[in-house]
């Protein structure tokens, strides 16, 4: 082993070559300055675990030196402290400034004016630190980066996000300070449209970035969490574990950039037209379209479907789910807002007379949702084949299902299900299974929520409240963000069919005992250890006797004991366990996150 002091001696050696705040003239200067402060700390690091390997001769050795030696090593290792301080702020810049040139990339592709400046500078230590979380957490190139920040810095926009414009209003009017003002927008309303607006284009236009539609076909007031899509080999255009694509996408055609309601109406009109009726002409440009849907159930029978009808080996068949919080708003539609966005607009194809008859026939609205382009699904999904779910219990759970006669039938065989199962009970060892059948085909993220599908696809009335502590829903559960379901409230005799709805806010739950009014009936309510794990967020998880929550989904208002307005619902249709267009006026510190229903109280 080399003499102590030597180690030391040359540790400090590389320490002191490093001259870390050294301001180069170019930027190509100033990145290999990083590179060569990176390849002189690798190998200090080196030298400082031959010193850590400190012996008990090599302590003696020590002894023998000189006090004057002695005293310049022991300066040297202070200066070496000082200077471990230097380098992790230099490391600490370093990482910053990978951060800044994303942001940079990012608000660069779209036009700036004095007002976004303005918000841009407000809001840049948080812009800053969503960029440096996804380099840090990340394993994809840089532009999958980009896409990811402007994603999270677009839905940060939105109201009460980390980027919320009223964030910069408020801290103007406190100060009694000017805003900055321009032509194009003269009032804090403009700001707040064309603030999101711009991160919107941003997105838009990042390499591999979403097609997104406009806001003009939003999903009225809810959006369902979850989305399926079915596909295998014969599937339009291209999908595995890590995209969706349409044809277009797949050809790379010019427009499948290009979101359905800016291209030409007639063109637009028609693709719209043949994807919904399933119309393949070689001669028509590529559809720019891929279709999901909410409801489980029929995703699952679709699969079915495919597998008999194209004599694929079950395993062949995928289930896509997308968690859509996961995604920026307007990447996906409802097709009944796209119908309704070109109903006016018909086409010698007749697609007008088809249009009235979609929205016309309710027996056949499943839930569907429309997608554009590329859609990226790495960490906001997952994959799951028919021969798992099958293998897992699926047709256990439901034999139906496996129906010889009917599996080749689809939409109507659909129709038949929900018809029959509405008056048929699970028992709670088949919830049970269902429970089994979601935690060995779904993540953990997932799971809990496939549950709770599973078990709407019949009228699950539980035999005992036995399972209480396990999760089953019973009267009232609240959940803490990230914490455990927690139960509440007295289990009646007889529950009945029930409801869910689970939401957010900026509202701390203390426990012990409260009264929440339910459409005018009393729930009372024991409330234990209901604090989050962030101070500034509460999620609550209810479940609710259908008796007391019908109204509500019709109109009603759920409100906390003292008469504060919690919710007020205005539910246009529950499918599947999915309410979907589901319009809410909310107390501004409550936003609905997830409502679930058995199908049972259809409208």
């Given at each position: 082993m080399a003499p102590v002091t030597d180690g030391i001696d040359g540790l400090l050696g590389q320490m002191s070559n490093l001259d870390i705040n050294t301001r180069s003239q170019s930027?190509?200067?100033?990145?290999?300055?990083?590179?060569?402060?990176?390849?002189?700390?690798?190998?200090?690091?080196e030298i400082a675990g031959n010193v850590q390997a400190f012996k008990t001769q090599d302590v003696r050795a020590l002894a023998s030196l000189d006090d004057a030696r002695l005293r310049s090593l022991h300066l040297q290792v202070s200066r070496l402290a000082e200077t471990s301080h230097i380098i992790q702020s230099a490391l600490s810049e370093v990482r910053d400034l990978a951060a800044r040139s994303v942001v940079q990339s990012l608000v660069d592709l779209a036009q700036r004016d004095v007002t976004i400046n303005a918000l841009l500078k407000h809001f840049d230590p948080k812009i800053t630190l969503i960029a440096r979380n996804n380099i840090e957490n990340s394993n994809s190139g840089r532009g999958q980066i980009l896409v990811k920040t402007a994603e999270e810095c677009y839905n940060a926009t939105q109201s009460t996000g980390q980027l919320d414009a009223d964030d910069y209003f408020a801290l103007l009017d406190a100060a009694a300070l000017q805003w900055p003002m321009d032509p194009d927008f003269e009032s804090k309303e403009g700001c707040r449209q064309c603030w999101p607006h711009f991160w919107l284009n941003v997105l838009s236009k990042c390499p591999g970035g979403p097609t997104l539609f406009a806001k003009s076909v939003w999903p009225l007031g809810y959006m369902p969490r979850y989305l399926f899509r079915v596909f295998d080999q014969n599937s339009s255009g291209s999908s595995d574990k890590d995209k969706i694509a349409s044809q277009a996408s797949v050809e790379e055609a010019a427009y499948h950039r290009i979101d359905l309601l800016s291209l030409d109406r007639d063109e637009a009109t028609d693709m719209l037209f043949r994807h919904l009726k399933w119309i393949s002409d070689k001669d028509c440009i590529p559809i720019n379209l891929t279709s999901w849907t909410s409801s489980l159930l029929y995703a699952i029978q679709y699969a079915v479907y495919r597998c008999h009808k194209y004599q694929l080996d079950n395993t062949k068949v995928k289930i896509c789910v997308v968690d859509t919080t996961k995604f920026p708003r307007g990447q996906f539609a409802r097709d009944s807002q796209l119908i309704n966005a070109f109903m006016?607009?018909?086409?010698?194809?007749?697609?007008?007379?088809?249009?009235?008859?979609?929205?016309?026939?309710?027996?056949?609205?499943?839930?569907?949702?429309?997608?554009?382009?590329?859609?990226?699904?790495?960490?906001?999904?997952?994959?799951?084949?028919?021969?798992?779910?099958?293998?897992?219990?699926?047709?256990?759970?439901?034999?139906e299902f496996d129906d010889e006669q009917r599996r080749m039938r689809w939409a109507n065989r659909v129709l038949e299900l929900r018809t029959s199962w509405s008056t048929e009970s699970l028992t709670s060892e088949e919830a049970q299974t269902a429970s089994a059948v979601a935690k060995r085909c779904f993540p953990a993220g997932f799971a809990k929520e496939m549950t709770t599908m599973l078990l709407c696809f019949k009228n699950w009335v539980p035999e005992s409240y036995e399972g209480i502590a396990a999760g089953y829903p019973v009267v009232l559960l609240v959940e803490t963000q990230g914490g455990p379901i927690l139960w509440a409230g007295e289990a009646p005799d007889e529950f009945g069919p029930w409801v869910r709805i689970r939401m957010e806010g900026r509202r701390r739950v203390q426990g012990g005992i409260q009264t929440w009014v339910v459409s005018g009936a009393r729930i009372d309510v024991d409330i234990y250890q209901a604090q989050p794990e962030k101070k500034e967020?509460?999620?609550?998880?209810?479940?609710?006797?259908?008796?007391?929550?019908?109204?509500?989904?019709?109109?009603?208002?759920?409100?906390?004991?003292?008469?504060?307005?919690?919710?007020?619902?205005?539910?246009?249709?529950?499918l599947d366990g999915t309410v979907l267009d589901f319009g809410i006026e909310a107390n501004p510190v409550i936003a609905p996150y997830n409502i679930m229903a058995g199908n049972f109280i259809k409208n």
């Amino acid at each position: 082993m080399a003499p102590v002091t030597d180690g030391i001696d040359g540790l400090l050696g590389q320490m002191s070559n490093l001259d870390i705040n050294t301001r180069s003239q170019s930027s190509a200067d100033r990145v290999a300055a990083i590179e060569d402060l990176i390849e002189s700390v690798k190998k200090s690091i080196e030298i400082a675990g031959n010193v850590q390997a400190f012996k008990t001769q090599d302590v003696r050795a020590l002894a023998s030196l000189d006090d004057a030696r002695l005293r310049s090593l022991h300066l040297q290792v202070s200066r070496l402290a000082e200077t471990s301080h230097i380098i992790q702020s230099a490391l600490s810049e370093v990482r910053d400034l990978a951060a800044r040139s994303v942001v940079q990339s990012l608000v660069d592709l779209a036009q700036r004016d004095v007002t976004i400046n303005a918000l841009l500078k407000h809001f840049d230590p948080k812009i800053t630190l969503i960029a440096r979380n996804n380099i840090e957490n990340s394993n994809s190139g840089r532009g999958q980066i980009l896409v990811k920040t402007a994603e999270e810095c677009y839905n940060a926009t939105q109201s009460t996000g980390q980027l919320d414009a009223d964030d910069y209003f408020a801290l103007l009017d406190a100060a009694a300070l000017q805003w900055p003002m321009d032509p194009d927008f003269e009032s804090k309303e403009g700001c707040r449209q064309c603030w999101p607006h711009f991160w919107l284009n941003v997105l838009s236009k990042c390499p591999g970035g979403p097609t997104l539609f406009a806001k003009s076909v939003w999903p009225l007031g809810y959006m369902p969490r979850y989305l399926f899509r079915v596909f295998d080999q014969n599937s339009s255009g291209s999908s595995d574990k890590d995209k969706i694509a349409s044809q277009a996408s797949v050809e790379e055609a010019a427009y499948h950039r290009i979101d359905l309601l800016s291209l030409d109406r007639d063109e637009a009109t028609d693709m719209l037209f043949r994807h919904l009726k399933w119309i393949s002409d070689k001669d028509c440009i590529p559809i720019n379209l891929t279709s999901w849907t909410s409801s489980l159930l029929y995703a699952i029978q679709y699969a079915v479907y495919r597998c008999h009808k194209y004599q694929l080996d079950n395993t062949k068949v995928k289930i896509c789910v997308v968690d859509t919080t996961k995604f920026p708003r307007g990447q996906f539609a409802r097709d009944s807002q796209l119908i309704n966005a070109f109903m006016r607009y018909d086409s010698a194809t007749g697609a007008e007379e088809f249009f009235r008859f979609r929205l016309r026939d309710k027996r056949y609205h499943n839930g569907e949702y429309l997608s554009q382009g590329l859609v990226s699904l790495p960490g906001q999904s997952c994959v799951v084949s028919l021969g798992r779910l099958e293998r897992s219990g699926l047709f256990d759970l439901y034999p139906e299902f496996d129906d010889e006669q009917r599996r080749m039938r689809w939409a109507n065989r659909v129709l038949e299900l929900r018809t029959s199962w509405s008056t048929e009970s699970l028992t709670s060892e088949e919830a049970q299974t269902a429970s089994a059948v979601a935690k060995r085909c779904f993540p953990a993220g997932f799971a809990k929520e496939m549950t709770t599908m599973l078990l709407c696809f019949k009228n699950w009335v539980p035999e005992s409240y036995e399972g209480i502590a396990a999760g089953y829903p019973v009267v009232l559960l609240v959940e803490t963000q990230g914490g455990p379901i927690l139960w509440a409230g007295e289990a009646p005799d007889e529950f009945g069919p029930w409801v869910r709805i689970r939401m957010e806010g900026r509202r701390r739950v203390q426990g012990g005992i409260q009264t929440w009014v339910v459409s005018g009936a009393r729930i009372d309510v024991d409330i234990y250890q209901a604090q989050p794990e962030k101070k500034e967020i509460t999620v609550w998880t209810l479940f609710i006797r259908a008796e007391s929550l019908s109204a509500l989904l019709v109109g009603g208002v759920l409100q906390a004991g003292n008469g504060e307005n919690l919710l007020e619902t205005k539910a246009k249709e529950v499918l599947d366990g999915t309410v979907l267009d589901f319009g809410i006026e909310a107390n501004p510190v409550i936003a609905p996150y997830n409502i679930m229903a058995g199908n049972f109280i259809k409208n």
